[in-house]
């Protein structure tokens, strides 16, 4: 089994291995409260999506003859996720009807706080196996307070058979890493 011992790099004393890498096709992404029809035909509909980033505000204090610089506040980046508009408009239906409870655009009404149309997500890197709950998972990332600030529906033309792809981006409030190495599940809030 040269393959598995020999290729990989060395630190210390420990054994060269080659590492399975994390493969881009093999993820779902789950929502609560999308809309107000069930997520389900939306997660079966998922095409691709970022992960979450962040980003912290630079603090520069002066001192004595130079100047230090410390992290400051943090903001998580939008992710962006896009899906199959499918014929029974199930895609576009539960992101119209997410919008509305954003902001209801006939009526000219809001909501009157966060808690009335925000949702959350969760992004999952699975590992190829067909295992049931979450013995499939690797890693998953929690997004919580999440809306649409802007919705993409998609092109039409005569000219490709491609799909339609409709693309939202995601803004939310905070992210949770949670790592499943080794199948445990520790948490960490990032």
Not at 8 to 20: D, E, F, K, N, R
Not at 92 to 120: C, M, P, T, W
Not at 133 to 144: H, K, M, P, Q, R
Request: negative net charge; aromatic residues 8%.
């Amino acid at each position: 089994m040269a393959v598995l011992s020999n290729f990989g790099i060395p630190v210390g004393a420990s054994t060269v291995q080659t590492l399975m890498p994390k493969l881009q096709y093999r993820f779902r992404v789950t929502f609560t409260g999308l809309g107000i029809a069930t997520g389900l035909l939306v997660t079966q509909n998922v095409i691709s999506a970022t992960r979450p980033s962040v980003d912290h505000e630079d603090v520069t204090i002066d001192t004595y003859n130079s100047k230090i610089r410390l992290a400051g506040k943090h903001m998580w980046q939008d992710v962006t996720v896009v899906l199959r508009d499918d014929t029974n408009n199930h895609v576009i239906l539960a992101i119209r009807d997410q919008l509305d409870k954003q902001v209801n655009h006939a009526s000219q009404e809001s909501a009157r706080s966060g808690i009335d149309y925000k949702f959350s997500m969760k992004i999952e890197t699975l590992d190829g196996t067909q295992g049931t709950g979450d013995s499939a998972v690797i890693d998953s990332w929690e997004l919580d307070g999440c809306f649409l600030p802007n919705t993409t529906f998609g092109d039409l033309n005569y000219a490709t058979s491609d799909v339609v792809q409709v693309s939202m981006t995601v803004r939310y409030d905070q992210a949770t890493l949670n790592p499943f190495a080794n199948k445990s599940s520790a948490a960490t809030t990032v």
